[in-house]
């Protein structure tokens, strides 16, 4: 069965970058480019697509108004940040804000954008370029300690914080699908979070993503 294209939104300031974005993705028969722009925030006209690919920086200053908007009209769609720039505030703001991933234009190849856009959407993972899960996590030391997790809670944090879906999850750990989401469930309410993306935060934030050095993909 071939599965739908997916539909996207490409958002950058820089138009060179964006029509190098725009060339890569066109290329791709898993991808549908419904529009390019430099910049907007209405969003409502854009309710088909399934991605939205976007540089929030504008002549290097973080805006976050497009990705606030996102969140507000766009909830359903996943958001993939592409950038140039980084600055820690800015980066968890936008993973708390709804952002299902985070790459540098400096260092992700572009088959590495491709497959990290399609896995966001496909499989509703958290996406961290290595080098930001690094900086993410830091000393290992600064980690707060788990609130009472349990070894197999303990063990399914450090998976999430990889970006592993709940299927890999449950394979890896030899338990029913239904067991693992009974214990996102368990980790969203201990960890005092709200959705998974921010559960992957917090875990990468606690070093959980450190035992193997990776983020998916």
Known sequence: MTLDRVRLLLIDPDSAARERTRSLFEADARFEVLSSLPWTLDFARFADVRLIVLDPFREGAFDSTAVAAIEETLAESRLLVFTEHFQANDFRYVLTHGASAYLL????????????AYYVVRFDGLVLGADLAALLRGPPAAAPPAPGLSERESDVLRLLAIGKTDKEIAAALGVSISTVHSHVGSLLRRLGVRTRVELGL????????????????
């Not at 234009?105 to 990290?116: A, I, N, R, Y």
């Not at 917090?202 to 993909?217: E, H, I």
Request: aromatic letters at 4%.
């Open 105 to 116: 234009k400096s260092t992700t190849p572009p088959d590495g954008l491709l497959e990290c």
């Open 202 to 217: 917090k875990a990468a934030q606690m070093s959980y993503a450190a035992r193997d050095g990776t983020s998916r993909p």
